[in-house]
Nanobody
Framework: QVHLVESGGGLVQAGGSLRLSCVIS????????MGWYRQAPGKQRELVAL???????NYADSVKGRFTISVDNAKSTLSLQMNSLKPEDTGVYYC?????????????WGQGTQVTVSS
């Protein structure tokens, strides 16, 4: 069974930094894409950053130049470094991974970690 466990959220002032981590229970090499999503109160979940297997990273326009997604294969960990945080970055952040098994897609989500940016 696949488990994704996030950590690193918290309360930070605008302009500050946080680093989110997502530890995964199986080898990262088995996944097709991995990414971070967030959901603000009253809003739909949105993509923040994506890292496809063997492909280029993608970022939401709102976080380009401020956030960096990375993978540590040895530690089976997906990370999101967030700098120059803004109040509009507030929300619950979820890590996500998907894999193709016999042409069938399987999606996995973490439980979420709260990020609150005060002005």
């Amino acid at each position: 069974q696949v488990h994704l466990v996030e950590s690193g959220g918290g309360l930070v002032q605008a302009g500050g930094s946080l680093r989110l981590s997502c530890v995964i229970s199986i080898s990262i090499s088995s996944f097709n894409t991995m990414g971070w999503y967030r959901q603000a109160p009253g809003k739909q979940r949105e993509l923040v950053a994506l890292i496809p297997s063997g492909g280029r990273t993608n970022y939401a326009d709102s976080v380009k130049g401020r956030f960096t997604i990375s993978v540590d294969n040895a530690k089976s960990t997906l990370s999101l470094q967030m700098n120059s945080l803004k109040p509009e970055d507030t929300g619950v952040y979820y890590c996500h991974a998907d894999q193709l098994v016999l042409s069938e897609r399987h999606d996995y989500w973490g439980q979420g970690t709260q990020v609150t940016v005060s002005s």
